[in-house]
């Protein structure tokens, strides 16, 4: 059983940047990648970026270009660097211990969420 906890949310202005962390601890070994998603009110959660144990990342469209996922083993903390936020992009989001294959990631342990809120 992994236990996820998020921190680093909160309020931004449109054009600024935050950045997320989650702090992972136990093990499984099942988990072979870690994820963001994001979900806002009525809405599905939505898969932001995936990192694999093998160091491959992947994001989502919507924010190609400015989120960055990246790892610090020695810490077991999975991080989302967030840059040029926009008002779209405030949700609260979650971060997932899951498997990744054949290009697809599957979710596993979740976090409690962290809220980020970006102001126009």
């Known amino acids: 059983q992994v236990q996820l906890v998020e921190s680093g949310g909160g309020l931004v202005q449109a054009g600024g940047s935050l950045r997320l962390s989650c702090a992972a601890s136990?093990?499984?070994?099942?988990?072979?990648?870690m994820g963001w998603y994001r979900q806002t009110p009525g809405k599905q959660r939505e898969l932001v970026a995936i990192i694999t144990i093998g160091g491959t990342k992947k994001y989502a469209d919507s924010v190609k270009g400015r989120f960055t996922i990246s790892r610090d083993n020695a810490k077991n903390t999975v991080y989302l660097q967030m840059n040029s936020l926009k008002p779209d992009d405030t949700a609260v989001y979650f971060c997932?211990?899951?498997?990744?294959?054949?290009?697809?990631?599957?979710?596993?342990?979740w976090g409690q969420g962290t809220q980020v809120t970006v102001s126009s």
């Open positions: 997932n211990a899951g498997a990744y294959y054949s290009g697809t990631y599957v979710s596993g342990s």
């Open positions: 136990g093990s499984s070994s099942s988990i072979n990648a």
